[in-house]
T-cell receptor, first 113, second 113 residues
Framework: QKEVEQNSGPLSVPEGAIASLNCTYSDRGSQSFFWYRQYSGKSPELIMFIYSNGDKEDGRFTAQLNKASQYVSLLIRDSQPSDSATYLCAVNNRVAGANNLFFGTGTRLTVIP | DTEVTQTPKHLVMGMTNKKSLKCEQHMGHRAMYWYKQKAKKPPELMFVYSYEKLSINESVPSRFSPECPNSSLLNLHLHALQPEDSALYLC????????????FGPGTRLTVT
């Protein structure tokens, strides 16, 4: 059973602070890692993907991957109230010639004005 | 352009009805997916089409029948559903190569009465 685990939260941070979201995965063969943001009642929106160990930055978002520790994280700098959402960590595994995403249960983030 | 469209946005159907959900993308992606998402849960994979062929069927009941008429379109035919099938149905697409990012459509909110 491939597992992706996240702290379900809720995680509350004040506006302007750094929000840190964490995710661990069980399948050491996983190669691709994704962070999706999902607002209540909406569909998941891809905000970051990372394939190699290290950090990847895009605007206020930084994804960090450590394959040896089977750990992936998302940092949100200068958090804004509009960042309040559920953040889903997803790990890709190739099954039967197609990509299969395994999702964590999500971390609910609240940014307090 | 990373747009995946889905119709209808909302659907209410009785247990004896037959209806279809539609999904379309024009990004040249050759992999398309159906997911089911219940409230406060992560998306669950239902079906994967790769190069218009069904490659993954995650033990979904036969009352759900997928169809991929061409590389841009994906349908999900519904028949004799149960109230517990009420959920948000999400379509996604990606390049077919290993580990590529999946982009979700806005979803269809289905209620079975």
């Amino acid at each position: 059973q491939k597992e992706v685990e996240q702290n379900s939260g809720p995680l509350s941070v004040p506006e302007g602070a750094i929000a840190s979201l964490n995710c661990t995965y069980s399948d050491r063969g996983s190669q691709s890692f994704f962070w999706y943001r999902q607002y209540s009642g909406k569909s998941p929106e891809l905000i970051m993907f990372i394939y190699s160990n290290g950090d990847k930055e895009d605007g206020r978002f930084t994804a960090q991957l450590n394959k040896a520790s089977q750990y992936v994280s998302l940092l949100i700098r200068d958090s804004q109230p509009s960042d309040s959402a559920t953040y889903l960590c997803a790990v890709n595994n190739r099954v039967a010639g197609a990509n299969n995403l395994f999702f964590g249960t999500g971390t609910r983030l609240t940014v307090i004005p | 352009d990373t747009e995946v469209t889905q119709t209808p946005k909302h659907l209410v159907m009785g247990m004896t009805n037959k209806k279809s959900l539609k999904c379309e993308q024009h990004m040249g992606h050759r992999a398309m997916y159906w997911y089911k998402q219940k409230a406060k849960k992560p998306p669950e994979l239902m079906f994967v089409y790769s190069y218009e062929k069904l490659s993954i069927n995650e033990s979904v009941p036969s009352r759900f029948s997928p169809e991929c008429p061409n590389s841009s379109l994906l349908n999900l035919h519904l028949h004799a559903l149960q109230p517990e099938d009420s959920a948000l149905y999400l379509c996604a697409s990606s390049q077919a190569q290993t580990g590529r990012e999946q982009y979700f459509g806005p979803g269809t909110r289905l209620t079975v009465t």
